[in-house]
């Protein structure tokens, strides 16, 4: 995509469909006339009145508690310095989404148009009483120190300046482990930073609390080493200013442990890192370009302990891993601020969660077979979706030790729970599902290659880096809609079935087709024939190796693709039938529904397959299976053959398959519901759990629940998610949108990746019986 191109995607992005990012959302019923009469006169005189005998009901009666400002006056905004307030604005809109999607919290942008420090201190002081917690964000340095210090000393809410705080946070719980694995102590390391900014500053300080010693710590800016005997030196310089007699760079990384950078790119030589002692610590943190490429760094040094800014190298030192959950924590127990004690207790949150065994779905998720404390994994990843439940009770508890806590949590547990109930509200799952694809793309054939939203399609997952796309079609349509919107073809396949060019091609894949069905009525002449058709020739590419998946069914119907697939491609070993699966990302986290696409009336035994096939397919995805069995019927209520096939279906997977968690016959509210189930039906298996997996008694009801759902509730689609074929083919729903045709060509990938995977399995295995 052309830098162009780019520009035009980051602005429609935030112009389209509504600007900006954020929304307000109300959060009580507005229906009746009753209803609004509570939401404001004259029921709102009644909290109002509570609040004036006690501020602190303020928390009570409104959002406060869970409210965050994000402030800036635009001074110092990304790489993009002094931009002013407005241009701040999609930034600070950005911080909020972030803030929402991990850890849960409502966030006000407020950007102020002032660069006087005494203006700034004084509008945020002012607008205070509206917040629970303040952000303060791009900064410029020196007054982002005095800004964030007296805000600090004059509020009683938690105040924190994330440029600073957030960086040395996530670096500082690096280096305990990264210390740890070098086997070093942190009091006799020489430490070299590479900057000295507000976060530089900030991370430096940290380190200083965890044991480092300012004798053997030396920090350098663009004029060179910072020493005492240099003159006009600002406070934050001089409280780190060195005596030791250098002046470069270069000097000071001499026999030295530990190189922080906060500076700019390719300021490091291989040289550099070969006069750094034995098992060296780099945070290479520039961005987007670091002090040093990781590549060039682990060449010139084996021995070398790595850490960036970047998440497609190991040890990204990322700020979300910080801000949203110290914040939450710090709500959570209502505390005055945020202290020293709170920011070394997410260090050490951060620290220890690095070394405890990883989930499955964060090893899915980044392509790892085991991702395992050392070198390369010495913090969480960003996805991880422990940090929810690890770091906010940390900070919570520091904050209550502390004592600057005045609402102190009692039930830990049931914090815990309260905070994994949070995340249902963030769809990571989309994210998670781009990253395992993008680590080992694929080969897809689109087989509507010449329709423009498919080629927007195919576009995304090409420059995404998700797939290589195969586009079927005629050429000249295809490079002509590329032009339109600037799709480079160079690299991409362009294949028309029907042009002569191809006559080869489709002969090999007419003489295999017709090899294999030839005593079913197939002729040589009728299979040559099928080959022009794009649905027949793209089975075939998968089926030859040409190809790894498949997608098509923008614009014909389901039935119409279905038939050539099941056909050429068929049922994969031990598979007895297909099925069809959709995950609706919905505001209390993924739902996965089946089956939506294939099965009008399945018997029992079919149903029973369609679970087990789905539970399957949902751990694909990194996600435990939780699955509730949907009738209309609670666990034998009604002796109906529609509800007794469910109860047949259940009982066969408790017999069959006694590890699934799996219970029903259920009615829908009783199956989302925890409560309600808990209270009529302690008995069932699913107790306790949180349902994520639903299996309909028939097509009717699963496709008309999932669609309702898309149209209703915005929910977005991934699927329909084809299981049990031989290979992985993927059929679109008629008229599928951009969006969900990218989501599912990665489901596509993965699919991919993991039939490659267990055939590569069986192949050991067979290797191995036969040596």
């Known amino acids: 995509m052309s830098i162009e191109s780019k520009r ?15 929304k307000v959302v109300p959060t009580k019923k507005y229906a009746t006339q009753r209803d609004l009469s509570l939401a404001y006169s004259p029921g ?10 006690d501020t602190a009901n303020v928390y009570k009666y409104t959002a406060k508690g869970n409210l965050v400002a994000v402030i800036s006056n635009g001074t110092a905004v990304l790489g993009l310095g002094d931009i002013g307030p407005e241009a701040s604005k999609p930034v600070m809109e950005g911080k909020g989404l972030l803030f929402k999607i991990f850890a849960d919290i409502d966030v006000f942008d407020i950007e102020v148009d002032t660069k006087d420090v005494d203006a700034f201190i004084e509008t945020v002081k002012n607008i205070a009483p509206t917040f629970g917690g303040i952000n303060l964000e791009d900064i410029k340095a020196p007054e982002a120190f005095e800004i964030e210090r007296r805000l600090k000393e004059e509020l009683d809410i938690p105040v924190m300046h994330d440029d600073q705080h957030g960086t040395a946070i996530i670096s500082a719980a690096a280096l305990l482990n990264a210390l740890e694995i070098a086997e070093k102590d942190i009091d006799k390391v020489k430490i070299v930073v590479s900057g000295a900014g507000a976060a530089a500053v900030s991370c430096t300080r940290l380190y200083k609390a965890f044991g480092a010693k300012s004798e053997n710590i030396v920090m350098t800016d663009s004029k060179g080493v910072i020493r005492k005997d240099r003159e006009n030196l600002t406070s934050e310089k001089a409280e780190f200013a060195t005596d030791r007699d250098i002046d470069s760079l270069e000097d000071a990384m001499n026999d030295a442990d530990v190189f922080i950078g906060l500076s700019m790119a390719n300021l490091v030589e291989p040289e550099m890192l070969l006069s750094m002692a ?3 610590i780099v945070f290479a943190m520039a961005n987007p370009d670091p002090e040093i490429s990781y590549d060039l760094a682990i060449q010139t040094r084996k021995d070398i302990i790595m850490a960036t800014g970047r998440s497609d190298h190991p040890n990204q030192v990322n700020n979300v891993l910080g801000f949203p959950f110290i914040f939450r924590g710090a709500l959570d127990v209502r505390a005055k601020g945020i202290n020293e004690e709170m920011k070394m207790a997410a260090v050490k949150a951060l620290a220890d969660l690095a070394k405890e065994p990883v989930p499955e779905q964060v090893n899915i998720a980044y392509g790892e077979t085991r991702l395992n404390f050392g070198k390369d994994y010495i913090i969480p990843k960003p ?18 030790e502390s ?12 914090y815990e729970s309260d905070l994994l109930e949070r995340m249902g509200n963030d769809n990571k799952l989309v994210r998670l599902l781009m990253d395992r694809a993008k680590s080992s793309p694929k080969r897809v054939v689109f087989a509507e290659g010449d329709h423009l939203d498919v080629l927007k399609a195919a576009q995304t997952v090409k420059e995404e880096g998700i797939a290589f796309p195969i586009l079927l079609g005629r050429k000249d349509i295809i490079l002509e809609l590329m032009k339109e919107i600037d799709f480079d073809p160079n690299g991409v396949t362009i294949i028309d079935p029907k042009a002569d060019e191809e006559i080869d091609r489709k002969n090999k894949y007419a003489e295999k087709y017709w090899q294999d069905h030839r005593r079913k009525g197939i002729t040589l002449y009728g299979a040559q024939r099928l080959m022009r058709e794009r649905n027949y020739f793209a089975a075939m590419m998968v089926n030859e190796g040409d190809a790894d998946a498949l997608l098509s069914g923008y614009s014909r119907s389901y039935p119409t693709v279905l038939k050539p697939m099941l056909e050429l491609v068929g049922l994969a070993k031990g598979a007895t039938r297909i099925a069809t699966m959709n995950v609706m990302m919905t505001n209390k ?33 990194g996600v435990d299976p939780v699955v509730a069995m949907i009738s209309y019927a609670n666990f034998g209520s009604s002796k109906h053959p529609n509800a007794s096939k469910v109860k047949d279906a259940v009982s066969y997977l408790h017999r069959y398959y006694p590890n699934l968690i799996v219970d029903g016959e259920l ?3 009783f199956a989302l519901n925890r409560d309600m189930r808990k209270d009529k039906f302690p008995f069932s298996k699913l107790n306790g759990r949180k349902v994520n997996t639903l299996v309909f ?9 999932y669609k309702m759902l898309k149209e209703l509730n915005n929910s977005e689609s991934i699927g329909p998610i084809m299981m049990g074929m031989k290979k992985p083919v993927h059929i679109l729903q008629l008229g599928a949108s951009v969006e969900e045709m990218v989501n599912v060509a990665a489901v596509a990938v993965i699919d991919a990746q993991e039939k490659e995977k267990r055939e590569k399995e069986m192949f050991s295995l067979v290797s191995g019986e036969i040596q």
């Open 8 to 22: 035009r995607e980051a602005l429609i992005y935030h112009a389209k469909p509504t600007p900006g990012k954020i």
């Open 44 to 53: 709102v005189a009644e909290p109002c009145l509570e609040i004036e005998k």
């Open 403 to 414: 004592g600057i806590a005045t609402e102190p949590i009692q039930d830990w547990d049931k």
């Open 667 to 669: 009615q829908m509210d």
């Open 278 to 280: 034995d098992n060296p």
């Open 697 to 705: 008694p028939n097509l009717d009801s699963a496709n008309s629940t």
């Open 383 to 400: 996805f991880d979706p422990r940090l929810i439940a690890k770091v906010p009770p940390a900070v919570a508890k520091a904050a209550m």
């Open 589 to 621: 986290g993924p739902l996965f529904i089946s089956d939506t696409s294939i099965n009008i009336d399945p018997t029992s035994k079919e149903l029973a397959k369609i679970a087990q096939m789905t539970a399957r397919t949902v751990e694909m995805f």
